[in-house]
């Protein structure tokens, strides 16, 4: 079944003249992120033959790289322009895009100065904004200004500029003339010398917002096209028609358009498509070849939470070779699904169960903003690991004021396992009481007579109270540490007090704190609690009673002080194999592994199990579960996380491959 699997999973200061100030902006370089963990408005994506590797630009001037589509390294810098030009030092830039035109590369960019006010339209302000030509001989920049200081004319709102050669050979810049400040957006052409240093002549309008026939606003009680042109891109098909995609607004969806040369020329007629190209909220959209031949568009999805839009790249396939262009599928090229419905799948930190022959994903429904539990935990199922459909709530939050899982409280990590000789179906979570924090730390139960729920909430609580480790010697367990010096976090006599078990013994009444977990059925039936303990620094196991609705009071100590989390585990053969992480919060780190030759240890640490690019931050995830399929195959799952809007935060799954030694290691191809 291997082959079923695939991953899914956005200064430079230079003197070039003597009179010259350049501006840049900043930010911190990351490798192995997943396309759709990157925020990018506007993403335009060249495809350089030369370095055989793909550039990623936008809104914020920032550029990215890849060679696979998968797998991104950035943002870099690389954007110099005039600070004493009208653009001045603290410029926005939108909507930048990367052409490749003789030998070398040039960045068309929008760029806004907001002090200069060169309008006024029904009360509202027209800032000073125009596209602009940056150069530079290598993809990768840095991009700088030409002799031209302006393209456009400093009393028009411009944007959106892109490039092409016409038929007769000659480089045209064609670009939005703002819809706020002429009611009625258009799109226009105007030459470009030949160097691509500056425009000829004036500009020509090709089309008005007002032609099309799919754009719609409500003004007052009428219904009418909407105003606002954004994102031209040109485009020839195979039968050598030239095209022009383009986007606007069907009321309050971001949505993408297409229009047709009757001429083969961008002189026109323009003829518009009476539906869109895309789907609502996938727009400002640029297509380009990706090294095997195939024909991709590059859109940001478009969605507004509360008041602010997220925008994500994602990528379509396309068809050029008729007579129109054919939008295809929604590729997902990192970890962010979309269910049978097309909407995101909304099931972080979870697990799988198999179970007559669907396999059933739980996970957390995370809000767009913030992280405490609005809704519950979200069941999938499928039959082939691929295509989900969206079962429902399994779990859902109380209304009740002080239950445990009042609406408000913190769910994290479900995991469900089938109990044969009860017939129910039991999910374990870690729990934060409402309004808490992360202080409570406890573990919670619900059962079900079936997969997909509702599941009935059992108790929550800490886990073992008045129990201690089997593995916590009896001198250990009678040690005072009431001593000062073992209070102060991270001292050599704190470290070795955690390693006896102080806080085993702070929480044994009470019992001890469970967070990030999963859970583990053996070959004999027994079921196991696999948890983060003692404030995250040492990971413990508990075994279930028959009816895994409980702990019987036996568990073990793993790696005290180690910082270890998110534990997934998985038997092959004889052995147990564990893989965890660093405690950094949302942030990635590098996979542990573990290994035993019995679940109650000894357990012996080997290194990160990662190889390859992006290893060192387990390719951007964090560890949730290990999914056996048949033939002693293994599915690793992680999460993405995306702390901005948890919601949107993507998944990696991943083989597990096993070396001639038998040491499993995760790589991303």
């Known amino acids: 079944m291997r082959n079923l699997f695939y991953v899914w999973s956005v200064s430079f200061f230079i003197l070039w003249a003597a009179t010259l100030n350049t501006g840049c902006s900043g930010g911190k370089e990351e490798k192995g992120v997943p396309l759709d963990s990157i925020f990018l408005s506007d993403p335009c994506i060249l495809a350089d033959a030369r370095t055989q590797t793909y550039y990623m630009t936008g809104t914020s001037g920032k550029l990215w790289k890849s060679k696979d589509l998968e797998s991104w390294e950035g943002p870099f810098d690389v954007v110099q322009w005039d600070t004493a030009s009208w653009m001045g030092s603290r410029p926005e830039i939108w909507a930048a895009e990367l052409h490749e035109y003789q030998g070398k590369y040039y960045y068309f960019a929008t760029f806004t100065n907001n002090s200069i006010r060169i309008d006024s339209v029904n009360g509202s302000v027209v800032p000073r904004r125009a596209t602009h030509v940056l150069v530079s001989d290598s993809p990768a920049g840095p991009y700088r200004p030409m002799a031209e200081k302006e393209y456009l004319p400093a009393d028009k709102a411009t944007l959106d500029g892109t490039f092409w050669v016409d038929a007769d050979g000659k480089p045209y810049m064609v670009y939005c003339h ?5 009611g009625d957006g258009t799109i226009e052409k105007i030459e470009l010398k030949s160097d691509l240093s500056g425009t000829i002549g004036e500009g020509k309008i090709l089309f008005k917002a007002s032609d099309s026939p799919w754009s719609r606003e409500k003004m007052g009680k009428e219904v009418k096209p909407n ?4 994102g031209p891109w040109l485009f020839r098909t195979g039968t050598g028609r030239l095209g022009m995609i383009w986007t606007s607004w069907v009321y309050g969806d971001y949505t993408q358009g297409v229009a047709y040369s009757e001429s083969g020329t961008l002189e026109g007629p323009w003829v518009q498509e009476e539906n869109p190209v895309t789907p609502h909220n996938f727009g400002h959209g640029m297509l380009f070849r990706t ?6 568009m590059s859109a940001h999805s478009h969605k507004e939470v509360n ?6 790249p994602r990528l379509f396939e396309v068809d050029l070779s008729g007579d129109k262009l054919q939008v295809g599928r929604l590729l997902n090229a990192s970890g962010q699904w979309l269910d049978e419905e097309g909407k995101y799948i909304n099931a972080h930190g979870g697990g799988i169960l198999y179970h007559e022959g669907l396999y059933y994903w739980f ?7 913030g992280f405490s539990t609005q809704v519950g935990v979200n069941c999938y199922a499928s039959a082939d690991l691929k295509s ?5 709530v399994a779990l859902a939050v109380s209304e009740e004021a002080g239950s445990d899982i009042e609406r408000g409280c913190i769910m994290e990590r479900p995991k469900v396992i089938y109990n044969k000789k009860t017939g129910k179906f039991v999910m374990w979570l870690h729990l934060e009481l409402k309004g808490q924090g992360y202080g409570p730390a406890r573990a919670a139960v619900a059962v079900s007579d079936t997969p997909t729920g509702p599941y009935r909430f059992v108790r929550s609580g800490r886990v073992n109270p008045g129990c201690w480790p089997v593995n916590l010697t009896e001198e250990e367990r009678q040690m005072s540490w009431k001593d000062e010096k073992y209070q102060k976090w991270w001292t050599p006599e704190w470290r070795k007090a955690v390693e006896q078990g102080m806080l085993t013994q702070r929480d044994w009444e009470g019992g001890q704190m469970s967070r990030d977990m999963t859970l583990f059925v053996d070959d004999d039936g027994k079921a196991y609690h696999i948890y983060s303990s003692e404030e995250n620094l040492t990971l413990q196991i508990a075994e279930l009673s028959e009816d895994y609705l409980t702990h019987t009071g036996k568990y073990i100590r793993l790696f005290p002080g180690g910082h270890n989390e998110a534990p997934a585990i998985f038997k092959k053969g004889d052995t147990y194999w564990m893989i965890a992480s660093g405690c950094t919060g949302w942030a990635p780190n590098a996979a542990r592994l573990f290994s035993s030759s019995s679940i109650w240890g000894p357990w012996t640490q080997h290194p990160n199990p990662c190889r390859g690019e992006g290893a060192e931050k387990t390719f951007g995830g964090q560890s949730t579960f290990v999914l056996e399929l048949p033939n002693e195959e293994f599915l690793f799952m992680a999460d993405i996380w995306k702390p901005e809007s948890l919601m949107y935060s993507g998944y990696l799954w991943l083989p597990i491959g096993f070396d001639e030694a038998g040491m499993p290691f995760l790589e991303k191809k």
């Open 178 to 182: 703002e819809w706020l400040q002429n």
């Open 227 to 230: 105003r606002v042109t954004d």
């Open 291 to 296: 090294f095997n031949g195939q024909w991709l």
């Open 307 to 312: 008041g602010r839009y997220i925008r994500i």
């Open 363 to 369: 996970g957390e429904h995370r809000p767009d903003e």
């Open 388 to 392: 989900w459909q969206y079962k429902g």
